[in-house]
């Protein structure tokens, strides 16, 4: 019997879109995280039986080393649910090319803040990536968020709408990746003499030209009249727009559904939006998420696509068939209609060898992340995420999601560029928030720094399914701190935000009970808590040391029985640590500075993170939000390339890190000179050995403070003045009887 062409279509339709993958060894690891557990515990046990008598000096160190262990251990527990239920994602390319789907619209989000510190050149690389996508051009908008209100990123974006006319036709002749001009001609060579050679030549040229145009205008600091005069949209800058203060001004730059915007080969373009919302100094902006909220209304009423891939200003498209893959995750008929948003992991272009600032980690994308991922509960992170509109805009889970891309969602109306543009600007001023729900049940959430991980969650607990989508060829490339102080500073945000929404109503443990499962509660709060993992450590850190130094033990003595807990605990867990690091593709120097990292994140950055968010909840300050610089000085570039470590800066994180790095190297010299000079007996030192091999570890991971201090006299050496602090400081410390 002949089947109905019907009946072929709706088999096609049931093919499945996506696959998934359990990653192996589950049982052996539980086993082993078992065997860490029972160690742990018999460390707990021992500090709780041997606690020293009332009246002995160690007494209080003792009951201090108790809650910095009980601290160590509950947080390891939460740790190991991103281990538990591994689950990898696979999209089936394929599969969808033969499906009957109309394929949805895609509108990209793309935010900047500021013109100095995320350059117009490096914003608009990313936006032409963006528009050059694989994707039907006339189901493709992209905007761009300005909140530095300038006039010179709206030059380039203008720029950059006249080079989009080669660029995109040049990309998808030659399959050009990655899609950004700027990374596509830094790393392709272009030296060949045939024909497609000339035009690639020819195409970058007028990159170049533009770039030079551009960085023109930027030195001068404003649009020169004549150049002001090509476009309407100039007319919003008068004497009164700064950037913290102005009227929202949107521009519709590309309009596609204009059959007369075409490129050079005669192919329609995507639209293209300049916004730059609304800001009076008495009316809150709450940084990117309000931003966010203001491209999620302005886009609805011009393009209104189903799907939103959002995007910050560094994260340039390096795979162009991503919007595809993202697709077969939401068209699935199967399980398609649960899942909200598909994250891709933030990789930099910018990574060395041994990522010196421990900046992009295999484990964390491999490991940690799809972990989470597999509970149905990846981490939204911000940028590189494909949105469903309607969950990122509030709505509740529910079946009826199933095959909505049926329905045309693009507004059919005829209304004309500038009655569009008047109808958003309302939408991107000021007042309209007001009396709403957004920013609460509606877009993103504010008042939080990390607005991306509260809002995720919060898109969770209403029902929906997340995808952490992680391929080989990555999808979405940006720029990891090129500085130990840039980097610092951003762990700092990230983790004040995250121990906020800990201490919120949107703690996972509550907001999220019997809304996701446990597993993720716990892999949640693994993050949630890095503020508060300080303290264990900085405890060590500092008590350690200075314990050593007057001859107090603290740990037991390496002939007792309760000494190997200590130590199976401890070696076991790095051991599977660097195992796990160079199985997925780290190098053991990478893993090794990771560590250095996490030291220095935990003692400085999560530290100040746990201050400044228990100051704000007692409602002493406000949200901020400090945009990461993306650009450096060349002889700063440079030492990262050659991954030196740049101290030169008078942050005081850097007072702190070399305190500690002082303290353990001072206490250390004292043990060997006093175990020379006799002053300690060899039982004594038996009973100290634990402190002495940790203390060691902390000297031997600050080798370039050290460095740094002593011997370098670069630019990127520790400046003097912090130098002599941590002197000082450290020797006061030793000196306290
Ligand atoms: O008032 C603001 C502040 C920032 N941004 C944009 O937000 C993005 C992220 O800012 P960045 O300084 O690069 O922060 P990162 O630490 O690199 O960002 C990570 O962490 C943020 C939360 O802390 C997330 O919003 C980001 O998506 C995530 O990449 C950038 O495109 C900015 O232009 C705005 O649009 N408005
Ligand atoms: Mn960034």
């Known amino acids: 019997m002949r089947r109905t062409a019907e009946a072929v279509e709706e088999e096609k339709r049931k093919l499945p879109l996506f696959k998934t993958e359990e990653a192996k060894g589950k049982f052996a690891f539980s086993l082993f995280s078992s065997s860490i557990l029972v160690g742990i515990c018999l460390i707990w046990a021992y500090r709780l039986s041997n606690l020293p008598t009332a009246g002995d000096r160690g007494r209080w160190l003792w009951i201090g080393m108790f809650f910095a262990e009980l601290g ?78 300038s006039q010179l990123t709206f030059y380039a974006l203008l720029e950059a709408s006249c080079f989009s006319k080669l660029w995109i036709p040049f990309c998808k002749k030659f399959n050009v990746e990655p899609r950004s001009p700027d990374a596509y001609f830094t790393h392709n060579d272009l030296h060949e003499h045939t024909a497609d050679a000339q035009q690639r030549l020819f195409i970058k040229e007028q990159y170049e030209d533009m770039i030079k145009r551009i960085e023109a205008v930027i030195n001068k600091g404003s649009v020169p009249e004549e150049l002001k005069n090509q476009h309407k949209g100039f007319s919003e800058w008068d004497s009164n727009v700064t950037k913290q203060n102005h009227q929202p001004i949107v521009q519709i730059i590309i309009d596609g559904r204009d059959t007369n915007a075409v ?93 010196l600032y421990g900046n992009s980690s295999p484990v964390l994308h491999k490991v940690e992340l799809p972990g989470i991922g597999g509970y149905g509960s990846a981490i939204y992170c911000g940028t590189g995420c494909f949105h469903r509109r309607t969950s990122l805009c509030g709505t509740k889970y529910s079946e009826e999601h199933k095959g909505f891309w049926n329905s045309e969602t693009r507004k059919d109306d005829n209304r004309t560029v500038h009655e569009l543009e008047e109808a958003s600007k309302v939408l991107a001023s000021c007042g309209f928030e007001k009396g709403t729900q957004w920013g609460k049940e509606m877009g993103l959430i504010y008042g939080c720094p990390v607005e991306d991980v509260v809002t995720g969650l919060a898109i969770q607990c209403r029902g929906w399914k997340s995808v952490y989508y992680n391929p080989d060829n990555a999808a979405f490339i940006g720029v990891a701190p090129p500085t130990l102080d840039i980097a610092l500073v951003q762990f700092t945000r990230w983790s004040d935000g995250m121990f906020q929404i800990f201490l919120s109503k949107y703690c996972p443990f509550i907001y999220g009970h019997k809304k996701i499962k446990l597993g993720a509660q716990m892999g949640y709060c693994g ?57 997925f593709g780290s190098t053991f120097k990478a893993w090794w500075n990771l560590q250095r990292m996490w030291v220095h994140r935990r003692t400085t950055s999560f530290f100040f993170a746990f201050i400044d968010c228990i100051v704000r909840q007692l409602g002493l300050s406000q949200t901020t939000f400090t945009v990461t610089a993306k650009v450096v000085t060349d002889d700063v570039s440079k030492m990262y390339q050659q991954e030196i470590m740049n101290f030169g800066s008078t942050s005081i994180m850097f007072t702190v890190i070399s305190t500690l790095a002082m303290l353990n190297l001072f206490s250390l010299i004292g043990v060997v000179v006093k175990e020379f000079v006799g002053g300690l007996e060899c039982k004594d030192m038996e009973k100290l050995v634990s402190q002495v091999v940790l203390c060691g570890l902390m000297v031997t991971v600050n080798g370039p403070v050290y460095e740094a201090l002593i011997v ?25 009887p």
């Open 72 to 149: 160590f251990g509950f947080y390891w527990i939460l740790t190991q649910a991103l281990r538990w239920n591994l689950v990898r994602y696979y999209p089936l390319k394929f599969n969808l090319s033969q499906s009957s789907y109309k394929l949805p619209g895609v509108d990209i989000f793309v935010c900047t803040a500021d013109p100095t510190v995320e350059p117009p050149t490096l914003v608009i690389n990313t936006v032409l990536s963006a528009m050059s996508l694989n994707h039907p051009t006339e189901k493709l908008s992209v905007y761009l968020s300005d909140d530095g209100g």
């Open 712 to 736: 370098r006299k670069d630019k990127g050496s520790m400046p003097g003045s912090v130098m002599v602090k941590s002197i000082v400081l450290a020797s006061l410390a030793c000196l306290i």
């Open 263 to 355: 490129d050079s080969d005669g192919c329609r373009l995507p639209t293209l939006v300049y916004m730059a919302r609304e800001k009076r100094p008495d009316c809150l902006h709450h940084f990117k998420a309000g931003a966010m909220n203001a491209l999620i209304r302005v886009s609805s009423e011009i393009s209104n696509s189903a799907i939103i891939l959002n995007l910050d200003c560094d994260m340039y498209a390096n795979n162009a068939g991503s919007i595809k893959e993202a697709l077969c995750f939401f068209m699935d008929e199967e399980r398609g209609h649960q899942i909200a948003f598909v994250q891709h992991p933030q990789k930099y272009n910018n990574v060395t060898k041994n990522d």
């Open 527 to 583: 993050y949630l808590l890095w503020a508060p993992s300080s303290l264990p450590l900085l405890y060590y850190a500092i008590v350690l040391p200075f314990s050593l130094f007057r001859g107090i033990p603290l740990f037991p003595d390496i002939r007792s029985r309760w000494f190997i807990p200590f130590a199976y605990v401890f070696v076991s867990k790095n051991i599977y640590s660097i195992a796990e690091a160079l199985i």
